[in-house]
């Protein structure tokens, strides 16, 4: 009788044990709020943000652009893309930095998950190519005004090309 006690006592000690290896058992000091979150995709988006915002904004590499912001719905897949200018550049430029940036922006996530391809000359890569891209290149002033922006474009999901230089918006009505 005593070494089934034994016996007894031994399994309910391992699967204790068993039981107490998952981290979030012990409750770590500190407000968990404030980590990064995440995503479902496996991406911290604000690192991603934080991370575009230094680099495409940067005056010494780039001193023609006031900001670069972005906004993606992850849920329809919708990236949105603009350039604000500090100075006149050629349409062919603003379009090369946007192609840039489209490129740069996937490349940012696929850095921190390798299931999203890096991009190509072909390809804007894993995560950018599964997104419907919507383009707008501005001098900062004429933000406001639709009719004096210098690059509007969409590219759809899947779809590669270049940032058109010549895709200009719509003289009459709203963004489609």
């Given at each position: ?93 603003a379009a090369d930095f946007a ?78």
């Amino acid at each position: 009788m005593n070494r089934i006690k034994k016996v007894t006592l031994i399994l309910t000690v391992v699967c204790l044990l068993c039981g107490c290896t998952k981290s979030y058992i012990i409750k770590r000091e500190g407000n968990d709020d404030n980590l990064p979150q995440l995503s479902p995709e496996g991406i911290l988006w604000e690192q991603v943000w934080e991370e575009f915002d230094s680099r495409y904004s940067d005056d010494a590499l780039y001193p023609f652009i006031n900001s670069a912001n972005g906004m993606i719905d992850t849920e329809t897949k919708e990236l949105q893309i603009c350039l604000l200018l500090d100075e006149e550049i050629s349409s062919q430029e603003a379009a090369d930095f946007a192609t840039e940036v489209l490129k740069g922006f996937n490349d940012l996530i696929s850095s921190q998950n390798s299931e999203y391809a890096f991009s190509s000359d072909s390809s804007y890569g894993g995560y950018v190519s599964q997104c419907s891209v919507h383009v707008i290149v501005s001098m900062e002033e004429y933000m406001t005004d639709k009719s004096r922006w210098m690059i509007e474009d969409r590219i759809p999901a899947g779809e590669y090309r270049p940032v058109n230089p010549d895709a200009v918006p719509a003289e009459t009505g709203e963004a489609e």
